[in-house]
């Protein structure tokens, strides 16, 4: 069992009419607060005037960067460095989903230096050594943005998606208010439960020997998502599922789960080649690749792990020989996946062919440490399972 | 479902050899170390040594107060906060179990007011705005107080054992090593165990309409103690158990579980008269209450968490009928405490008869909020259950 420090001083206010502390965060940190979003959505629901409102209450003068994108890029990232570096800014706000987060945990880093943000994700790997403090509004169940100092980044010309987490780029403090999800789409909704279930399934699969207790909590979570995503799929204004998908997207990746194990993630590397060649949504690839990925890693040295999983999570019979239990959980998953989160379920099906296998084989390996994980993955392994998703 | 503000930014250093980091956390705050601990034990097992080697090592200048004890008085929180003022102590360093943990909670809030320390605990309830930093090294699971805000003191000239939690008192950095919980008795591994048992059941068992993903950490957490606590007893130097106990202690009661509920607790109030009476192991007394007081709550309203309990706790068949599981939960909770944890099971059996019932019961609701409970409990009902308890 490794050690581990745990430190996440993230101040998270859940519910309902939590706004009415927004000026009180960002104003310790100054006046003048840059507000980050994506599209309009925020406008749609009311967030947004109710976000103004509240900043103008405050006597914080606002300025704004609308239009990041899902899998977002870094020229918005340069954007909005140049606006706190121009317009002096304090602290960010961010009020988005996953995309919008991590953008703005990078524009807080750029403001900070001289170079190009893309330095930071570039083999140039700059350091972070400092960051605006940023404040965070959700609005999308699924990255964990909101509680972990991590980020995603697109550079589109050269098809690269690349992550880092760094410690100053993490958010002060987060709002989360299930109502801000009401209008989050069936298929939105169904991606963002794929990727919560991903965040967790990295953890849980590994050969450390670890704190019973931790998979305890992500066989909880896992569970919360089963049964949760569909009923907020069904009933967009059920708040109790809104609030359950909410607290567990946070908490499948905070680090907390954690608990010192350090091998790296599988699926994750595997799918930003997904989302940088064919901008394809994240969740949307991972619930594509993890099955494969669990079928293609499991034989006589992982299947404990999976039997625990069927039982515990599934409920599967555990009398059940093990092998068999293994095998179940797969499908159980698929199952969840495909036809109750009504996923596509192939490459193939969302218009994706072998062309780029082999370069994005190549750069999983290369950039997301695949020979660390669970299973050790190489080139050829990670074409394998691209092939066994057509 | 209510809001809630989560936030605990407490720093833990998890596993062994983590001691290297106290210098540079104690330096935070200043040069000058009050630490704190109760008997000899922590010189016994070697930590004193390594304790001031690492204080001395920072070039901080320590002073000590030794001598605090279980259920911790008055009297050493007075002693503590007058050496805080007149050795203008910059940091408190609590090395020790909840005892002394707690007893440096009232210290550092002690060394802020000019007014007797026994006015935070007393009916004057005088306000705790400010407490000098405070950081713990853990010797022993069971409190949490590691990772809280509160603490608990007994005024045996009053007959007072008096809790309070506030938010100045919330350590900055706690140091948990599971070895150094090795030379924990099984008697008092086993005390500690039913205090964080209980911790997770006055939550657990509640009306209010929750977060079903933190019912399942709860349920988790109280599989780990169950699991774990006898191993602990058996083999006192299994690491497993004791960081499995050790990280379970601190989140059973850091707030986290909690998730916007505001019910009072019942047993801790009931409990507290019985130490402050009779100067128990809180543990104890925890486990001989909880089953009677869950035995007197049990009825149509209460049923479908008893039974939810029991499946998921103690996996009891689910098909079963619902109040037949519900009882079997209780059996299998006091299984647990007396034949597994090997706890005396009744108040006769620690020599405790009836003398002080009428007394105890009016001050337990008095102080204790019980008629915002879980199931509001009068005077009476408080009686019963101590008779119950015989």
């Known amino acids: 069992m490794n050690n581990f420090i745990y430190d996440i001083p993230v101040k998270v206010y859940f519910g309902e009419n939590q706004l009415c502390h927004l000026g009180e965060e960002l104003s310790k940190y100054g006046k003048r607060v840059l507000m980050t979003y994506g599209g309009g959505s925020i406008k749609k629901i009311g967030l947004y005037d109710e976000v103004v409102a509240e900043i103008k209450k405050a006597g914080l003068e606002l300025f704004e960067l609308s239009g990041i994108e899902p899998n977002p890029r870094i020229d918005s990232v340069r954007k909005g460095a140049e606006i706190c570096k121009n317009e002096n800014i304090d602290v960010l706000l961010a009020v988005g989903g996953g995309s919008t987060l991590d953008a703005t945990k990078f524009m807080a880093a750029g403001a900070m230096v001289d170079h190009d943000p893309w330095d930071f994700l570039s ?94 909590f992500m066989e909880g979570m896992m569970k919360t998502i089963i049964k949760y995503a569909p009923i907020a799929m069904k009933e967009p204004e059920n ?60 034989d006589d040295s992982t299947v404990s792990k999976y039997y625990q999983f069927g039982v515990n999570v599934f409920g599967i019979d555990g009398s059940l ?70």
């Open 239 to 298: 708040y109790e599922a809104r609030a359950n998908l909410m607290w567990a997207s946070s908490w499948a990746i905070n680090g907390f789960v954690n608990g010192g194990k350090e091998h790296s993630w599988s699926c994750h590397p595997m799918e930003h080649e997904l989302s940088a060649f064919y901008d394809i949504t994240h969740g949307l690839g991972l619930a594509i690749l993890t099955p494969r990925w669990l079928e293609y890693c499991l």
């Open 321 to 390: 020989d093990k092998m068999a239990v293994a095998k179940k959980s797969i499908e159980m998953l698929s199952d969840f996946f495909f036809n109750s989160l009504k996923l596509k379920s192939t490459l193939s099906a969302i218009d994706i062919d072998d062309t780029h296998f082999e370069t994005m084989a190549e750069k999983a390996v290369e950039i997301g440490g695949l020979k660390y994980a669970y299973k050790p993955l190489d080139k050829t392994d990670v074409r394998n399972i691209y092939k066994m998703c057509l």
């Open 123 to 216: 083999s140039k790997w700059a350091p972070i050594e400092k960051a605006l403090p940023i404040v965070t509004i959700l609005t999308l169940s699924a990255t964990g943005s909101e509680m972990d100092c991590g980020g995603v980044i697109t550079n589109p010309e050269t098809n690269d998606k690349i992550g880092r987490m760094e410690r100053p780029m993490l958010p002060k403090a987060s709002f989360l208010n299930p109502a801000n999800t009401y209008t989050v789409s069936p298929y939105q909704t169904a991606c963002g439960a794929a990727d919560m279930m991903s965040h967790i399934i990295e953890v849980y699969f590994n050969k450390e020997n670890d704190l019973y207790m931790l998979d305890c």
